[in-house]
């Protein structure tokens, strides 16, 4: 992934820009005289050359060396570094990858391991001056950066939801261990992303709380606004995760309900067939009837088959009556 | 439905009060003489004009525009802005919609996305010079305009508990499908109310700390009051949300009650007819009684059928006894 | 309730002590000049004369008004607020009823909802010099009567937990669904102490950091008690839950072995009865013997009858010893 | 308890030391020229002598007072007041008991309600000038007193740590009430210890913050340890609750996979000999074999008998390959 | 363990370095000249020469001794003390055992219980002049040595998910008990390093927060890092223990799913075979056809015997029919 980490240029002022890829981190510098350089990195790399050029704390470059390293802000003496994660999915399943920002001066300095498109609006309104980017100083093309990459987990999430109405659907009709491996694969990935977004709660409270001297007076209240952006993506995700626990419950009661029903069900008819059965088993005895006028009398009498098919036909429906009776069927 | 969102002035003093519907938001300047001018806008618009006339800053622009913001509040330079939902029932389900609250100097301006009554008692009050709204400031009727929308959860509550206790009497009696999905969909909606309303808390408790320079001294106990109302509603919604669950724990419990009863009594019946079925099978079988004295010569006995019936009516009860006894039945 | 709500004088000093029952709220400040004046209101009124006489805060009477209101402090300019609930048992329910305090200079106002003798015992000691209430000022007597509020929960805990001990006893006996209900009934009356007084911590709390300036010094660390025997009160609740949940749990573990067991040694009965029943049915087939010596020449055999009868019993027995074996009886 | 207290002074400096019993307890002041004075009262009482003697706190004879009170720390003027409890094993089930300290001065007053030999390692130490007792003051020993106790629960902890690890073992063989009964009694002891050592975080942890005043700065390190000694305490008794928790688990997962095995064996070998009765039915059946050649030919066959037996064993054997295939028997 | 702890010097300044074993502990500060010393003692021990050589406090001695001590911080007058544990798999198992760390002035002295390697790296970085350690001072090396033990934690942590693979596999086929133990041994496995991690965020905490002043400017961000590492970790295992969580459900829901599986189609197939018995038992039964034109006719008619079979064929059929139909095969 980081075989050729490639090096782009943005810098510009209210009336310039400026836009060109580079090969070199310290021909970035050239740049500086513009309003704002963003330096946007695709690709893990240049982190010696980060370190020479513009004295990024080795703290910073350690913690983007880590592979599992969790989402995190470090204030450093004269720049900022916040690293977090971007979530994308792969095959079916979410992967996420890291991105590191810093922000020294008037550079932005951007590194990411997955060269998507998440700034791309950023850029398209940068080169055609719309919003408010070329009157801002590189502290609010920060927030923008940060802003662009929690709006990107919004479709992530809609995809979830709407993989989780198509489960509820499935739930209700299937019972089959397939859908329950789906709903627990949702649970899954919401605790993912979950997991993922988390740590920024705490990246930008302290952002907003610590990191003020690197903000404008003006831009500091976008700040606040970071901080609940992901907390409304925590809201979505919550009401997620209830609802995949909803579906789990809805799983498992369907299935039971369903058992108790046919064990019910087949229980009761079973019951009715047992006395009757019983009762062919009295006639079916073979005591001699000639040896005494006692042994069985009803064998021999006119009437006795369906006489006893009667009984047996009156025994069955006194049952059914008593059983509808208690709601048993 | 931001068509055409209409705007209306109400500006008051002490002695003096005017009401107009208003088609540009720049006309409200025109009031700014009264002690108070509270402009309200039914339906989201105007936003840039919010910002060209009264300086509304970006970030509060940029959240009511987000149509899943949550409730927050953001203390700007010179104004407050304060952005809340309103809940309200529509078709059996429950509705959220965005309101959203400026007090800037002594202009209240709130936008709503729905135009309900629920400030139409404070309309009222000011219109006939009722309660201490023209005797007070602008920070007072913010807080009434808040304490109002927090007082309209109460009614969709009181329509919760009153469905819960038709549920309550429904779960002892039917076991159906349908009333767990009834128990389901109200644990959703209190879900949902609670979720509302809980950054509410958050909210308020900013506003107490760190919103006092836009409250006079007198109004500010009247902050607290506000958190204590949510506190209430919350207090409200955990015991529905309590009750709720017993329902479901009772739910579930009658269900397996039931299945377990009928299947113990099923059983125990059953039970009892298998000894007498063995029996009858025993004399239902064809040994040859001539070729041997040994072979069921029971068959040939004076009392042999009556004997036998005998024997099974004494095994039934004495069975039925052993039950009772352990109190199977 | 609030019909006639009684106005009742209770002043003294260090070697006075009046106690007089008045007809208008303004008349208690005759008794100004006495060191400690307590103004006791049985009802829920003269909310209006409050305000006039005792300039008490507009929130404070709003609070009171609202009857789902919560237990609450308000530190207000030169008085001191506070909201809190009885809970008194009525029909085997519990109810709970507002009584609000507020302190003012040498003035103490109660305003009970119910008037109930929860502060006859301070009556008492005022009257007879009994105790330090008149060598103390108007803050100890605030002490001494939340002290009496929150004492007066334990003997409704101790109710409660003598009514857990007989369902404890017939949790092992009886398991019908009364029994479920009667825990059911005993957990909702846990939670609602538990809601009544958990807001109390808060309250107190506040007290002692934020209400200093009401207390002298040495009273001050009376507020600290206050919270402890809250905290007590609140430990004695949380092992009541503790054991009503293990109520529960004992309950349903019970019922579900029970069903458990009787299940199980059914199903063992009928196993054993199967196979002999079995063989029985192969004796009863009717092939014809005079057709082949192969067909069921067992019928003609001398023994034929009493070996089979043995050979079931063998097997009776075998499966008997298997089960046995297996601890399956 | 507290019929007769018992009054014992430990008095010590550097090079002398007296232990004597004395009747009152201002005889105590006479020895207030040693470094420190140790006043143990074994029992409850003196506590009238104590407010006129040591001018402790009325709040402190308070929450002596009350039986049930819960471990604090009253920060007193002149003195500090902590109360916390004993835990000691009666008749099998475990009871707490009150421990009340003082320090003042260079006096520190002990009084126990139950007259143990927790506190016996350290009069040892002083007696014959071990430790570092007669080189600090009181309040080291107040830190070593308080040390003790806590130090006493470790026993009782690995008491219950032997209990369980013989439950663990019978929870695998036998299946009876009685073990769940015991697993609930291991689990409430465990409870009762955590709940009465769980406040002692607080009150060690305001020690640190809020009783520096009392402690040399050399002596302070010590109250840190104090604090992490209840958090160690802490430790063992979560994992000991996670294992009980684990114990319940094991014992039902063993109860339902027993019963599930009884049931699902005893329902294949039922279901197995279901078919086989059936056809032994067939060929009892009393058709005419006279009245056509279509009615039961089967019975005159010459091989009929011993091919309808083969029929049953291959169909026996059948089911019996099935089942194993489907991994049910 | 500590029969023979094992003394070894590294001392190093930037252009010097130094390794050797010494005998007794005060040798050390022979080389108190170099930029940093690091003291490294194998096996617990020395405990009273720490004392009197380095001046630690006797409270670190007393934690060092409890062999059951917590992970701690104990930030003392000249001298930092830290306490950890290391975990390392023995026979399958895991153990934890005690480090103890002090920074004092240009000394780090290290304490282990047991001699591991997991501070090779760190010696042979000092000893070959890689990594910043010869530019640092002491505080740079003990942030090293922190890290370097946190770091351990993760091949642990990866052999764990080794292990849960094997299990997700395992747990889908076989389902006897063996697999739960295993599981459950997880669990536990997952907890163990949990609780013995989960105390180090507070003391990373504490010393990012109090140790301040043990630290240059240039280290503290490094503090930081210790704390972010020790997050990671935790998270890591939080996943794992959610994975562990589910292997339970899903083992759980297997077995129960199997039985309800196996029952249901028994129950289904023995529903299908009562009615079939019970009309063979009519056919058993042996009225007397000659007594009676109305006694079983049938067994006289010329189809009898083949439309009965053909009977029980079509009800056999039906209740198949209808079974598929419900869903219930």
Chains 1, 2, 3, 4, 5 share one sequence.
Do not use: C
Not at 2 to 28: G, H
């Amino acid at each position: 992934m980081n075989e050729t980490p490639e090096i782009t240029i943005f810098a510009y002022s209210e009336d310039k820009f400026e836009e060109k890829r580079i090969k070199k981190l310290e021909e970035a510098l050239d740049y500086k005289d513009y309003r704002v350089v963003w330096v946007n990195i695709d690709g893990i790399g240049y982190l010696e050359e980060l370190k020479d050029t513009f004295k990024v704390h080795d703290v910073a470059v350690k913690a983007i060396k880590r592979t599992k390293s969790r989402a995190r802000l470090a204030i450093l003496k004269d720049h900022l570094f916040i690293l977090l994660h971007q979530v994308y999915e792969l095959k079916g399943g979410l992967k996420k990858e890291r991105t590191a920002i810093f922000l020294k001066d008037n550079f932005v300095i951007t590194m990411q391991e997955r060269s998507g498109d998440v700034f791309n609006s950023i850029r398209e309104s940068i080169r055609h001056n719309e919003g408010l980017f070329r009157g801002k100083d590189a502290d609010y093309l920060l927030y923008a950066l940060l802003d662009a990459i929690i709006g990107n987990y919004v479709p992530i999430l809609e995809n979830i939801s709407s993989q989780m109405e198509i489960l509820e659907n499935k739930v209700l009709k299937d019972r089959d261990k397939e859908t329950l491996r789906e709903i627990h694969g949702i649970r899954r990935r919401i605790l993912f992303v979950r997991r993922t977004i988390f740590p920024l709660l705490e990246v930008f409270r302290r952002l907003r709380l610590e990191g003020k001297e690197f903000f404008k007076e003006e831009t500091q209240e976008y700040l606040e606004e970071l901080y609940n952006h992901v907390m409304e993506i925590l809201d979505i995700i919550e009401s997620q995760r209830d609802m995949a626990n909803g579906l789990v419950e809805i799983y498992y009661s369907t299935i039971s309900m369903r058992t108790n029903e046919i064990i019910r069900i087949l229980t009761v008819v079973s019951t009715i067939f047992i006395p009757l059965t019983f009762i062919t088993g009295i006639y079916g005895m073979n005591f001699n009837t000639t040896a005494s006028p006692y042994n069985m009398p009803e064998l021999n009498w006119y009437y006795g088959y369906p006489v006893t098919l009667l009984a047996m036909l009156a025994i069955a429906l006194g049952m059914l009556y008593y059983f509808k009776k208690k709601e048993w069927l």
